[in-house]
């Protein structure tokens, strides 16, 4: 059964300021962060969406709270457990590439009790890799399997982690307990430089999740459960940044995922039950939407009125 508009999207991950810097331009910031870009992503598609998140009650962690409100995002805690907000510059090349440097700090506060049951978790980037806390997630989502479709963005951040044993540690036991797991080929090299990227899909997959999604920029995307293969290509158009452009992607891929039914207890089984053809369907949504986040400057994720 598809998921109802009004069924919970829980998402947990960092909300941090994006200070970007473009070639003759002074810096200018948005709010960002890997889950911050995907909750609004959700919404803006027209899912309730709750963040778990951290940042401080400093004015740049006023300003995250008061712009993820006014874009439906609601608080699956209290997001006030840092001294100081996180932030992320960014350094754009004439291509729009975006390159970072971070100030980023992780520690989740519990889930609040009044919480509506999620039918899907997205967890992202550093929460299952930066303690003190990647502890904290882990438990929550374990707590949540077999409730809810979980979804795993790695979005590897090596200038925070690094790429060693305990991160490739943390990357595999969050893994282990996910349905989804979205990595970026830049994601695979480094974790695993020894692997192909074959290898390292199936290395993935031997670790539990039904499906691994590979992100690949303008050469598009691809699916492997084990038994099927989907690739599909990157949506054509102009580039402005990349910034938010794969945590679009992963949100639009949940939001297209839960129309097909796969939320919830029974998630596993219908993600196996997924035609090529609706594989297909899910990538290429996921594409159309994150097509539109390159096209706008920052982290600018779609309205579902804007993919028609």
Not at 121 to 147: D, I, K, M, N
Not at 291 to 300: E, I, L
Request: hydrophobic share 45%; glycine share 10%; proline share 6%.
């Amino acid at each position: 059964m598809a998921a109802g508009r009004g069924d919970a999207f829980l998402v947990i991950g960092e909300s941090l300021i994006d200070v970007v810097h473009t070639p003759d331009h002074d810096p200018v910031e948005h709010v960002g962060g890997s889950a911050a870009n995907a909750a609004v992503a959700l919404a803006r598609l027209g899912r309730p969406v709750w963040l778990a998140s951290a940042f401080g009650a400093d004015d740049r962690g006023q300003r995250i709270r008061s712009e993820l409100q006014d874009q439906g995002v609601g608080w699956a805690s209290d997001p006030h457990s840092l001294e100081h907000t996180s932030y992320a510059v960014a350094e754009l090349d004439d291509e729009g590439r975006a390159s970072y440097t971070f100030d980023v700090a992780w520690r989740l506060h519990s889930l609040r009790e009044d919480l509506p049951a999620p039918v899907v978790v997205q967890v992202s980037s550093l929460a299952p890799t930066l303690e003190p806390g990647a502890g904290q997630v882990l438990a929550v989502v374990r707590g949540l399997r077999g409730r809810a479709l979980i979804a795993y963005d790695v979005n590897l951040r090596p200038a925070i982690t690094g790429t060693g044993p305990d991160v490739v540690a943390a990357v595999e036991a969050m893994a282990a307990v996910s349905d989804v797991v979205k990595a970026s080929d830049e994601d695979l090299a480094g974790l695993y430089d020894d692997r192909d990227e074959q290898a390292a899909i199936a290395h993935l997959l031997a670790l539990g999740p039904v499906a691994v999604v590979v992100t690949r920029g303008a050469a598009g995307s691809g699916w492997y459960d084990g038994s099927v293969a989907v690739e599909t290509p990157a949506q054509p158009g102009p580039v402005v940044d990349t910034i938010g452009a794969g945590d679009t992607f992963g949100a639009a891929m949940l939001d297209a995922l839960a129309t097909r039914g796969c939320v919830g207890a029974g998630a596993p089984a219908a993600l196996r039950a997924l035609t090529a053809a609706e594989v297909h369907d899910v990538l290429s949504w996921a594409a159309r939407a994150a097509g539109v986040t390159v096209s706008r400057a920052g982290a600018d994720p779609p309205y579902l009125r804007d993919l028609g």
